[in-house]
């Protein structure tokens, strides 16, 4: 009797323990919705990183060497660009104007800039140029369109 009894504990334990089976938790989980609200979406490179400054960087060139590029972004919202094509001229050419964050707070858009590329992704210590569309350049020349403060 008492092999019974045991044996009927044992198999209802088992059969308790598969049922009890703790479900995985779903996109609608209170726990997740929270986790979710709680994200800070003031935390982007316009608050908080030191965006302000002077970034150098040599960009490709169809036909020279390379072009010195230079961009001072200032806490007034102004910009300064320069940049000499080298091998073709010692010239500098330098544009001024000012700029406007995206909706994103992490791309600079240079108001003003005519027949080149005008937005540059801001990162920690960094400026990414964009291509003409405002989209990340790839290819095996895309470290190269990163200027460095």
Not at 53 to 80: H, R
Not at 117 to 137: A, M, R, W
Request: overall charge negative.
């Amino acid at each position: 009797m008492k092999k019974q009894i045991l044996s009927m504990a044992i198999v209802s334990m088992l059969l308790w323990s598969c049922s009890n089976e703790k479900k995985p938790k779903t996109n609608t989980d209170a726990s997740l919705i929270d986790t979710i609200e709680a994200v800070d979406t003031t935390h982007h490179a316009q608050t908080s990183l030191d965006w302000n400054g002077t970034y150098k960087g040599i960009t490709p060139c169809a036909d020279c060497e390379g072009i010195e590029t230079e961009v001072t972004l200032n806490k007034d919202m102004t910009f300064i660009v320069k940049t000499k094509y080298k091998g073709k001229s010692d010239e500098v050419f330098e544009e001024k104007g000012i700029f406007k964050w995206d909706q994103t707070g992490s791309i600079v858009m240079l108001e003003g800039l005519k027949d080149r590329p005008n937005q540059f992704f801001v990162g920690e210590n960094t400026l990414t140029q964009l291509d003409l569309e405002g989209k990340k350049i790839t290819g095996a020349l895309a470290e190269n369109y990163i200027l460095k403060k």
